[in-house]
């Protein structure tokens, strides 16, 4: 319907109060959609501020049910876990450990917040003493020699009880490669949630200094996406969901909003975005700077991925967004 110029219309008409703004609001935040990150570290009795990150800390297994509880308390159901080990190796072993700090964490928060959604990373960067996501051969992360390692730490989540496995390490085939392992374990109801579109991005720096996952040499850029990449990204979503992905994800979320809304168009699978360490640390500085209103520019950027198209947010914010949207602010 195309629009005349007519000056009996007024587009203000409709601002006029808040009952009238809410009546046609097109975009709703939904508490049950945002999934919380939580850093597990080993140690016991812990539970540390991550600098990087103002308002975040890691837990330790003993201290971490009481934490997802509480945000359970807040209508947060789901959460997303890193685990942040004692030791790291070449060949990320803690990953896959069965008694590693993200299966031991999985059972306790089962137990403290038993309708919890458990949702884990799997990748081998937090593990590795290079820091990267994969096996090296050479200098360069060996695709097919890190698949299995992925698949195991996949299972070993799976068999503490996890909900949904979060491969993260941008290597071809992982889903399949998990997918097939899962279910010839009998964990055929393990769903996975693919980083399909992750990008190699500066926003991930507040993440890694609190998950000690900086490469120690090189960059990500062989495996994650180069920024520039559009039609890329649409491939990626497109083999994760023929290699059985059950949600795909786009990562980081605010630069990428595009990226969403070609998603949201072209697919019918559950979209994840992830509104990263970066974005979320940004704001906290803009805030403390005086720059922003944290609150108002927080439900602003939360909106505005949901408005792109994403189902799902994955939120440093979470907590404080479910306290402030269940405070009546929008
Ligand atoms: C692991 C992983 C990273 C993030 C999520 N999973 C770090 C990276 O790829 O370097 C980043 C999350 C964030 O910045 O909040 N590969």
């Known amino acids: 319907m195309a629009l005349e110029p007519d000056r009996s219309r007024r587009m ?71 685990g942040i080990p004692k030791n790291k190796d070449r060949t990320g072993t803690q990953a896959y450990a069965a008694d590693g700090v993200v299966p031991r964490a999985v059972k306790t928060i089962k137990d403290y917040a038993s309708s919890t959604t458990v949702i884990t990373d799997v990748c081998l960067c937090e593990y590795t003493d290079h820091g990267h996501c994969g096996v090296l051969s050479g200098k360069s992360v060996d695709n097919d020699r890190t698949l299995p390692l992925l698949a195991k730490a996949s299972l070993a989540y799976a068999e503490a009880g996890a909900d949904i496995v979060a491969p993260s390490a941008m290597m071809d085939h992982q889903v399949m490669a998990i997918r097939s392992a899962l279910d010839s374990h009998g964990n055929n109801d393990t769903a996975i949630m693919g980083y399909s579109a992750k990008y190699s991005s500066a926003f991930y720096g507040p993440f890694r200094s609190a998950a000690g996952s900086k490469p120690s040499f090189g960059d990500r850029k062989g495996y994650q996406m180069d920024v520039a990449n559009k039609r890329e990204a649409m491939k990626e979503i497109e ?64 909106t505005s991925i949901k408005r792109a198209g994403a189902d799902i947010i994955i939120t440093y914010h979470a907590a404080e967004a479910a306290r402030l949207l269940s405070s009546g602010a929008d």
């Open 239 to 302: 083999l994760d969901i023929l290699e059985g992905a059950d949600i795909v994800m786009v990562k980081p979320a605010l630069p990428y909003l595009d990226i969403i809304s070609e998603a949201r168009n072209r697919f019918d699978t559950p979209i994840a975005a992830y509104n990263v360490s970066g974005e979320y640390s940004m704001i906290k500085a803009a805030g403390k700077a005086g720059c922003v209103d944290e609150d108002t520019a927080m439900i602003e950027v939360l």
């Open 12 to 82: 203000r008409r409709l601002r006029a109060s808040e009952q009238l703004r809410s009546l046609v609001r097109e975009t709703k935040l939904d508490i049950s959609k945002l999934v919380a990150p939580i850093f597990v570290r080993y140690g016991s009795n812990v539970i540390e501020p991550v600098e990087s990150m103002p308002g975040i800390s890691r837990y330790s297994v003993d201290t971490v049910g009481k934490y997802a509880s509480s945000l359970a308390d807040l209508g947060i159901s789901s959460v997303l876990l890193f």
